[in-house]
């Protein structure tokens, strides 16, 4: 085993059998299969891990931690993450922590991150605060340090050290320039990390200002809107998420009355945002009715939209057909067929998944058989999954070429289904085929660069 070959193997799911297929294989009773991927001497990980957990649950640590032991061995920061969790699961903290420790010094930040967390949990926050402080700079560490300060009163501490990487003529950390430092503060969440601690320490208004002032939308998630739910201060919500470029406010505001039951407040927070947000506004006010049984006027607000964008037409043909009215999306994807707005490799999914919800499976296969397109990626990918959900397995398997990359996962999928099993590792777990390095030129736009 090879850290660096495991590593890329768990990041794009090659040369693998991923973690769902791992648990469907354990459903279906393989759980052989799954054992002797996981302690083969090119092991699989995903088999691994769900084989140790599994050990673990029977009580059988021991067992699972010698299974997962190669793939420590080969200086893996992943196996030893997940080695460490069973272990302090197990009631055996100090084993976990000697074990992530030289991690963490060797630099890894995911390291210095566990283990400053696990020293936190086992009463020996004060080392995990000291650990933690010079990389302030990281906002991933920084979280960390938050989060372990909460428990050592030290509050006023870690917000001196945020405010001071916020303060107005601060120095960048890294080139000494103001005018750096005033557009990108390190750590990036220095605001919202200083709000989190004031909202701790009871001070909410102080942290609902600098949120205004700083605060910035991290994964479509505003932290004011957050800060201000979670004290119910649902008029203020109202006014902030009313403003222009608060889409994510406002989402939020409606998924909490939606939450609540006020289905028709949360219309009406859609509806004055898409006075600002005319794209996506009115595609989640559609799928908010069709949520409560509200289709035709889901239907309604997205054909009013009138947008050849593909994913609104995707959403609108998917509403169409959820209201058995299939049809009228084949007659839309003609008329922007005729229009010329589309191409017909663009609507062939959309056709294809329209005519299934009309009954017309057959017809969808048959003129995915004469489509000139239907060796793509996307053509044959689709049909299949089409032909899988009507239970016809074999001819979704024949729809996929083994030889191509980007079918071999869907196609391990159906070949565990129909139960050849063997077959299905085989294919995941072939190794890619290599590719010759382009010839070296003065100028060139594929890797190597």
């Not at 009215?325 to 999914?349: I, S, V």
Request: hydrophobic residues 45%; charged residues 30%; proline residues 4%.
């Amino acid at each position: 085993m090879d850290a660096a070959v495991l590593d890329l193997r768990t990041r794009m799911r090659d040369e693998c059998i991923p973690p769902d297929l791992v648990d469907r294989l354990l459903d279906l009773g393989h759980a052989a299969v799954v054992h002797a991927q996981a302690v083969a001497e090119d092991g699989d990980w995903f088999c691994a891990r769900a084989w140790a957990r599994r050990l673990a649950d029977q009580g059988e640590l021991d067992e699972a931690l010698g299974v997962l032991s190669p793939y420590v061995e080969t200086g893996w920061w992943t196996a030893a993450a997940e080695t460490a969790q069973l272990r302090e699961a197990a009631g055996r903290g100090d084993e976990a922590i000697a074990l992530v420790s030289p991690f963490a010094q060797s630099g890894e930040r995911f390291a210095l991150r566990d283990l400053a967390l696990r020293l936190a949990r086992h009463g020996r926050a004060d080392e995990a605060y000291a650990l933690l402080v010079p990389h302030l700079a990281d906002w991933f560490l920084a979280e960390a340090l938050v989060e372990v300060g909460g428990g050592l009163d030290r509050d006023e501490e870690i917000a001196a050290l945020l405010a001071a990487r916020i303060a107005p003529g601060r120095s960048c950390v890294r080139c000494g320039g103001v005018e750096c430092a005033a557009r990108n503060p390190e750590p990036s969440n220095a605001a919202t990390l200083l709000a989190e601690v004031r909202e701790r320490q009871g001070r909410t208004d102080e942290a609902i200002e600098l949120l205004r002032a700083y605060g910035t939308v991290v994964n479509n998630r505003d932290p004011l809107a957050g800060l201000l739910i979670r004290h119910d201060r649902i008029d203020e919500l109202r006014t902030y998420a009313a403003q222009e470029d608060r889409e994510e406010a406002a989402r939020q505001l409606a998924e909490l009355l939606e939450a609540r039951g006020d289905v028709e407040g949360a219309i009406e927070v859609y509806r004055q945002q898409s006075e600002h947000d005319p794209w996506h506004a009115p595609t989640l006010l559609a799928r908010l009715l069709a949520r409560h049984g509200r289709g035709a006027e889901a239907i309604d607000v997205v054909r009013a939209m009138d947008s050849t964008e593909d994913w609104i037409v995707d959403l609108l043909c998917e509403l169409l057909a959820a209201e058995g009215r299939a049809e009228e999306g084949l007659a839309h994807l003609d008329n922007l067929k005729a229009r010329g707005a589309w191409e017909p490799w663009e609507a062939f999914w959309l056709r294809a998944r329209l005519l299934a919800a009309c009954g017309q499976l057959d017809e969808a296969v048959a003129e995915a058989r004469a489509f000139s397109e239907v060796g793509s990626l996307y053509a044959a990918r689709s049909l299949a999954q089409l032909l899988a959900d009507a239970g016809r397995l074999e001819e979704a398997v024949a729809f996929l070429d083994a030889d191509r990359l980007d079918h071999r996962r869907d196609l391990g999928h159906l070949l565990v289904e129909l139960g050849r099993v063997d077959e299905a590792v085989a294919l995941l777990r072939s190794p890619r085929p290599a590719v010759p390095l382009p010839r070296p030129t003065d100028c060139s736009n594929c890797p190597p660069f």
